[in-house]
């Protein structure tokens, strides 16, 4: 089989495209911008293409362009695309992209997905995917890939594309922005400091959060910010919180402070079964980097 990756060139297509080739497909690249594209190729020593070119030798498509440029990618591949061509999008966002690819590619089939990780993974076990099919045909590929990947160790979730943003709001949105906030926080305090002897284990996980976050791509990080539905609400709501709770400390009502956080306690320990192990599970994260 054969695989073109739109956007091979850039790091999760890199990813992609490695992963495939390990296993054992033919994978032929596209890419924006020259230069890095002819590095990939080179890096790879994979086959390097136009858009369209790519398209019109593969088997099947997988889409990892920028969500700003992914509806004008798939209206130029629409041409192209062969009858039962499969086309795979990785964006972050699926609701969006999802209804662009029904809406220009009558011919193909389609599916939205999204590996919940970074070009920085050293392969699929352990890792998470979701798979968000609309019909009876999108949901019998998605059980195909599902098998393909768990058989490989990773996780696989499918959920409909406005499931799967509605928990990105909080799973990317929410968490990408408290690490936003707390980086600028920290620096324009000036108490950015490294743990050194005198660090806690909560702040290096605070720290490792903040860089981790701070040293990937500002355009990605936007890109979900400023595309996931309802994220607003969610951080507008992050906002209230830290009001409240500011108010409680600058108040000094320590009696307030205490029955809140056990009422927090109480409401994590029925929701989450493996709550108790947080703090063990912590130090393990911490000896691990």
């Known amino acids: 089989m054969r695989i073109a990756i739109i956007g091979g060139s850039g790091k999760m297509g890199r990813w992609f495209a490695d992963f495939l080739l390990k296993d054992g497909k033919e994978v032929v690249i596209s890419g924006r911008n020259e230069s890095k594209l002819l590095e990939a190729k080179q890096q790879l020593g994979v086959e390097a293409a136009s858009n369209m070119e790519a398209v019109k030798i593969a088997d099947a498509v997988l889409l990892s362009v920028p969500i700003e440029s992914f509806a004008e990618v798939v209206k130029e591949i629409s041409p192209h695309i062969k009858p039962k061509q499969v086309v795979v999008d990785i964006t972050s966002i699926k609701v969006s992209p999802v209804a662009t690819m029904h809406e220009y590619l009558k011919t193909g089939l389609v599916l939205g997905a999204h590996p919940l990780f970074g070009p920085g993974a050293r392969g699929v076990a352990n890792q998470n995917f979701v798979l968000t099919p609309t019909n009876d045909q999108e949901s019998a590929l998605a059980q195909k890939i599902r098998e393909y990947l768990e058989t490989r160790g990773a996780k696989v979730s499918l959920m409909t ?129």
């Open 161 to 289: 594309p406005q499931e799967h943003d509605e928990k990105m709001a909080v799973v990317l949105g929410l968490s990408h922005f408290i690490a936003i906030v707390s980086a600028d926080t920290l620096l324009d305090s000036d108490k950015l400091k490294p743990p050194g002897e005198i660090g806690g284990i909560t702040y290096k996980v605070l720290l490792t959060l903040v860089e981790s976050v701070i040293s990937e791509d500002p355009e990605l990080y936007a890109s979900i910010q400023m595309n996931l539905p309802d994220i607003t609400e969610i951080e507008e709501l992050f906002h209230q919180k830290v009001k409240e709770w500011v108010a409680l400390v600058k108040n000094k009502d320590r009696q307030k402070f205490i029955r809140q956080m056990n009422a927090l306690k109480d409401r994590l320990a029925k929701s989450d079964p493996d709550f108790g192990k947080a703090y063990e599970n912590m130090y393990r994260l911490v000896a691990g980097l």
